[in-house]
């Protein structure tokens, strides 16, 4: 079945550090990506997403670029903030309805460090 | 406009017990999907409801599981006689109506500990 893997934490940064968290998934036909990000005591709240192959999703700085020969959604940051820190997950749906559900990969806390 | 609302936000119970999680979408939404977190693991896919009927139930376990969202009110995963490994978070999401994919909504979670 499909599968989101992503790489293991925690990760601990220096504040204005450069930032990646590896994320390949495996997937049947042609899913939508998505980074999801939940700060402490909260919700998972969405970062970004890329629909099709070549596709780059961006928001706070933060971006992933949709590689479909490599399989691989991988997230990225020029200069992390103390407020980054919380833990991200990476996911997919398969097709586009109101059904489908998300497949999230296990998550990767982030610490950066003023 | 409130967001996803779930409650307790932390819930203890003995095995043997029953216990019940509520989850309120967001005003105008009428699907409500609900994830398990397991210690040290992703979520994972439970059930997806529209009003007063499930949709999709496949990431449920067969038995002691079991979910509802009535017309009125609150969506309740409910489930029986604990177990230790039930022990977990669990998270609701809502979207608004719609054949086509929209994005979901999540909720603060439950965390549930059985002792």
């Known amino acids: 079945g499909d599968s989101v893997t992503q790489m293991e934490g925690p990760v601990t940064l220096s504040e204005e550090a450069f930032l990646t968290i590896n994320c390949t998934y495996t997937?049947?036909?042609?899913?939508?990506l998505f980074w999801y990000v939940q700060y402490p005591g909260e919700g998972l709240q969405l970062l970004l997403k890329?629909?099709?192959?070549?596709d780059k999703g961006s928001n706070k700085g933060f971006e992933a670029t949709y590689r479909k020969e490599t399989t691989s959604f991988h997230l990225e940051k020029g200069s992390v903030q103390v407020s980054d820190s919380a833990v991200y997950f990476c996911?997919?749906?398969?097709?586009?309805?109101?059904?489908?559900?998300?497949?999230f990969g296990s998550g990767t806390r982030l610490s950066i460090r003023p | 406009n409130a967001g996803v609302m779930q409650n307790p936000r932390h819930l203890v119970r003995r095995r043997g017990q029953e216990a019940r999680l509520r989850c309120s979408p967001m005003?105008?939404?009428?699907?409500v999907y609900w994830y398990r977190q397991l210690p040290e693991e992703g979520l994972k896919f439970m059930v997806y409801?529209?009003?007063?009927?499930?949709?999709?139930e496949s990431g449920m376990p067969k038995e002691r599981f079991s979910a509802e969202f009535p017309k009125e009110g609150p969506s309740i995963l409910r489930i029986q006689q604990v177990v230790r490994g039930d022990s977990a978070a669990y998270f609701c999401?809502?979207?608004?109506?719609?054949?086509?994919?929209?994005?979901?909504?999540f909720g603060p979670g439950t965390r549930l500990t059985v002792l």
């Open positions: 409801l529209q009003k007063e009927n499930i949709i999709d």
């Open positions: 997937a049947t036909g042609y899913p939508s």
């Open positions: 890329a629909t099709k192959a070549d």
């Open positions: 005003k105008g939404h009428s699907h």
């Open positions: 999401a809502s979207s608004p109506p719609g054949l086509t994919y929209n994005e979901q909504f």
């Open positions: 996911a997919l749906i398969e097709g586009y309805s109101s059904a489908s559900k998300i497949i």
